[in-house]
């Protein structure tokens, strides 16, 4: 189990850089005073690993190092494998099936016990994604008109750093020069998109490192709903607006609570969706907006 740690707290500084003992202490679920043990253990039999101390202190190796290619063993190869074949149904691109075979050349387990189908993430386009892969690939910004959430056309310039899913769907993580900031765009919503002439303004960090910046920063609040829903809406309660029981009654029915970001519009479909079988019960203002929604709905009918 040591050896294994010890294996996997060198591949995370590899990968991550400077880290300090309690970020270790935290991913591997051990003791600082173990993670201390381990690294003189590491710098015992010759990996060159620099302690710095200090508020902005870390552990990290030296840039020389570099480990064996061939550490990856036969299992490490099915997982990879398995992962390809699944990014290949999502995106559907001959260079991913091009190094699916070379993987597979590289080892004689295929295991089959996973199968990742993600043929329904390709609810865009693929040359959208293929158009801002390459322009991320040659630095170079991209013009778009986008229909934001309130329904208003704009055309916005931007720098593209990834494209992400998440949320049940695809977005693109870009840099808004003019705001000196970066923003999220749902690519369903992109149209006209193009490559511009216009070179990065400057280096960006990882897009996993903004992202955690954005999380961080991230001003948006939600807001608690209360509800009474009978039997037949809790499990879909539960499954797609995440909601918590919080009392159960003789008659089968039950009373949950669910936190909603109300720019958002799912969760007012989902709600909309179950019918008389869910009941607000607070807060009044959106349960005005859920009888205004369905008085719509009605007129269009009469």
Known sequence: ????????????????????????????????????????????????????????????????????????????????????????????????????????ALTKKNDNSIILDFSVLREVDNSLIQTLQEAIKIRKAVCFNYTNSENILRLHIVEPIAVIYQWYAWYLLAYLKDKNDYRVYKLIRMRDLEITEEVFSREHDNADVILKKKCQNNTQTTTEIKVRC????????????????TAEYSNG??????????????????????????????????????????????????
């Open 1 to 104: 189990m040591k050896m294994d740690r010890l294996y996997a707290i060198v591949l995370y500084l590899l990968n991550h850089g400077k880290t300090s003992a309690a970020e270790l202490s935290k991913k591997f679920e051990v003791s600082v005073r173990t993670i201390q043990r381990d690294i003189d253990s590491l710098c015992q039999v010759g990996i060159p690993i620099v302690a710095e101390t200090g508020v902005d202190g870390g552990y990290y190796l030296l840039e020389s190092f570099r480990m064996d290619a061939q550490t990856a063993t036969e299992e490490d190869y099915s997982h990879i494998l398995t992962a390809l074949k699944g990014y290949s149904t999502a995106i559907g691109s001959s260079h991913i099936d091009t190094t699916v075979e070379k993987i597979s």
């Open 230 to 245: 009978k039997p037949e809406a809790k499990a879909k309660i539960v499954e797609y607006l995440n909601g918590k029981t």
């Open 253 to 302: 029915e039950c009373d949950m609570v669910l936190y909603v970001i109300e720019t958002e519009h799912l969760w007012l479909g989902t709600i909309l969706s179950l019918g008389d079988s869910i009941v607000i019960k607070e807060p009044k203002h959106i349960r005005r907006r859920i009888i205004e929604a369905a008085e719509k709905i009605v007129d269009l009918y009469k």
